[in-house]
């Protein structure tokens, strides 16, 4: 885990899941690693009834992460953070080794001529499941809370 307020503050309670995961920067590790993470959130009941929301972002995320951020080279790492606490609440934080990107400049994929993209509705998605998300440095990690 990163010396992180965030992460530290969620750690500060009971916790009923702590989990640190780091994968190739391969499109086809995105999905066998959200499995086993979800797999292990529904088995410790982390977070009733919130966990296809979080399926779905997390799975944004790290597809970002492995895409954009380590343009999808497998000698390259994405890591990623899990933690669950006793008051049901859950903390992600994924991290690429990209040079960032302001997320200021990503067109909403609900106006203009975003609406006929085939892509660019990942990070749209992820603030509309989660109930909190943030962009740290530079854009190359992000962090997502689900309450």
Not at 42 to 52: A, E, I, L, Y
Not at 118 to 132: F, P, S
């Amino acid at each position: 885990m990163t010396d992180n307020t965030e992460i530290r503050n969620f750690q500060s309670g009971k916790l009923i899941l702590q989990l640190k995961v780091t994968l190739a920067a391969d499109r086809n590790a995105v999905d066998p690693v959200v499995q086993s993470v979800m797999e292990l959130v529904r088995r410790m009941h982390g977070v009733p009834d919130k966990d296809d929301a979080i399926e779905l972002a997390l799975t944004e995320a790290l597809a970002n992460a492995v895409v954009h951020g380590a343009k999808a080279d497998p000698s390259k790492t994405v890591e990623c953070d899990v933690v669950c606490n006793e008051d049901q609440s859950m903390l992600i934080v994924v991290r690429d080794p990209g040079t960032g990107f302001n997320v200021a400049d990503i067109p909403s994929p609900t106006r203009g001529e975003s609406v006929y993209s085939d892509h660019g509705r990942g990070i749209y998605l992820i603030n509309q499941l989660m109930d909190e998300v943030k962009f740290l440095k530079n854009g190359t990690e992000i962090h997502m809370i689900k309450r």
